[in-house]
């Protein structure tokens, strides 16, 4: 579906909202990813769109490391990419053996589990407090994140309650991010090739879409800045919930 001619008018308006939206969610705000997620899905069919979306998601890392890369706290990237690693690759071979009907909606459930401890843990701050500190943790939700951005490239929320466990600042957890899903994302792409999700029949629909994504991390800057630490941590959970709920239903 890469002819200009097989993608109607309203799907154009709709895709040009998702890759503002990758650009949006890259400045942190990771929880509108799921936006993305939908319009890719409901133009190029939910797998296929894994690989479509994929170079777009590069796109808004490199623009995003040049934005706040300089804020990244590498001790969190290097913790969480080997595992991360590892769960890429259980999610390469989950995606030949489950339907997504199956596995997307365990996904959300997972990801709603995680933003409700987190709710829990702002209103009593000793609730499981060793716990995000812990090498258990960061090697779990590190092969979480690597499974879920493999099959529904749903990653950004999970990898944002592991940050606000941590009570990570909010330009280090943009920075941090940043770093941490340009290099995850690059190490997708020989899996999603070796599955045909890379398309060079989409290229010109992505060439197209490409210099929206800098426009939506400009807009999600300017309004991340003006954003409260406490109110920051609040929206982000926000989010993250819809996000779940979403690949739930």
Excluded at 44 to 56: D, E, H, I, N
Aim: proline residues 5%; hydrophobic residues 55%.
């Amino acid at each position: 579906m890469g002819d200009f001619s097989s993608i109607t008018v309203f799907e154009w308006c709709l895709l040009c909202i998702a890759a503002i939206g990758i650009g949006i969610s890259k400045s942190g705000l990771s929880g509108i990813s799921m936006v993305h997620v939908m319009v890719f899905a409901y133009v190029f069919g939910a797998l296929p769109s894994t690989g479509v979306v994929l170079p777009m998601l590069i796109v808004g890392d490199i623009s995003a490391t040049f934005a706040f890369g300089r804020h990244a706290n590498w001790s969190h990237v290097r913790r969480m990419l080997p595992p991360a690693l590892v769960g890429v690759t259980l999610g390469w071979l989950f995606m030949s053996r489950m339907d997504e009907a199956v596995y997307q909606p365990v996904i959300g459930g997972i990801i709603l589990s995680l933003t409700l401890v987190q709710i829990i843990r702002l209103w009593r701050t000793s609730f499981l407090e060793s716990v995000p500190h812990s090498k258990w943790f960061s090697l779990a939700m590190g092969i979480l994140v690597g499974v879920t951005t493999m099959m529904a490239n749903a990653a950004g929320p999970i990898f944002a309650i592991y940050l606000l466990s941590l009570s990570v600042p909010k330009m280090e957890f943009v920075g941090t991010g940043a770093w941490f899903f340009l290099l995850l994302n690059v190490l997708k792409v020989p899996f999603s090739y070796q599955m045909g999700l890379i398309d060079l029949s989409t290229l010109n629909v992505k060439l197209v879409l490409i210099p929206l994504i800098p426009v939506g991390l400009w807009i999600g800057k300017s309004v991340v800045g003006r954003i409260p630490q406490k109110a920051f941590n609040t929206i982000i959970l926000i989010f993250t919930a819809i996000a779940a709920i979403r690949l739930m239903i």
